[in-house]
């Protein structure tokens, strides 16, 4: 009698770890070590986002560039699919090369395809809500960041903006990242998983280590934005290392698939 398939084994929830609050922390020495291993990856990914980056606030202005350059946060999980593979190959003791990085999708292609479109309309909304938003506030147009700023101290209605907009970002935002924080390294690590478990296994890593979670999510958001404040050449560095991190982070906080049970 032959030996059943693995396709036709019975699918095992991963088990979901509890890490320390200093668990951040250390995801992103492992991410910068990662990075110091395989710069050339790296730098080649940190490039490119910061050319989109560059691009978003150069080509696109108004309400919609403001959308896009806050939205940038909500589709780096799969922009940084590529950082994943180095991590997970390097892990594995495998040659790191940038090629096989460019394709790491294929994978797991149905699902990290799907999941990639569900960020995509994610993005999409978020430009929709932050269009209305901008313009209940700024109905003659959208003002420059020097103007602006230089509302916020004669206007109680540019703080309001603020608060609206933060909050209806942060909203969507925390939506994302408890559904994606160690979703699409999951789906490129076991080719079995599918989108929705994914997800869930995200939010059940969130739910479980929610303040060092939490912290992890203010990191990269500040992290990003200091890439973005340095003219974009920290995102060069910035980047890569958040995508490693991101790895680790789901290495640690959940259990191989031969320990889940």
Not at 31 to 53: E, H, K, N
Not at 195 to 223: C, D, H, K, Y
């Amino acid at each position: 009698m032959s030996e059943p398939d693995d396709q036709d084994a019975p699918f095992v929830w991963p088990t979901v770890r509890s890490v320390d609050a200093r668990a951040p922390w250390r995801w992103l020495r492992q991410g910068w070590r990662d990075l110091c291993a395989s710069p050339a990856p790296g730098l080649f990914y940190g490039a490119v986002l910061a050319i989109m980056g560059f691009a978003l606030t150069r080509y696109y202005a108004g309400a919609v560039g403001l959308a896009l350059i806050t939205g940038f946060l909500l589709v780096g999980p799969f922009l940084a699919i590529g950082l994943y593979e180095v991590s997970r190959r390097r892990e594995r003791g495998t040659a790191v090369a940038l090629a096989p990085t460019l394709v790491a999708w294929k994978a797991n292609f149905p699902s990290i395809g799907f999941y990639a479109l569900i960020l995509t309309l994610s993005l999409a909304i978020w430009i929709r809500v932050s269009v209305v938003v901008v313009a209940l506030f700024f109905p003659d147009g959208t003002p420059t960041v020097v103007e602006f700023i230089a509302a916020l101290g004669r206007s109680p209605d540019a703080w309001a903006f603020l608060l609206v907009y933060a909050a209806a970002g942060a909203g969507l935002a925390l939506l994302v990242f408890a559904t994606s924080v160690v979703s699409l390294p999951m789906l490129l690590d076991r080719d079995r998983m599918d989108v929705v478990s994914a997800m869930i296994v995200s939010f059940n890593v969130l739910r479980t280590n929610f303040r060092p979670m939490l912290l992890w999510g203010a990191i990269i958001v500040a992290l990003t934005g200091l890439g973005f404040a340095s003219l974009y050449l920290g995102l060069i560095a910035a980047l890569p290392v958040i995508g490693h991190a991101t790895w680790h982070a789901y290495r640690e906080t959940v259990a191989p698939a031969e320990d889940a049970g």
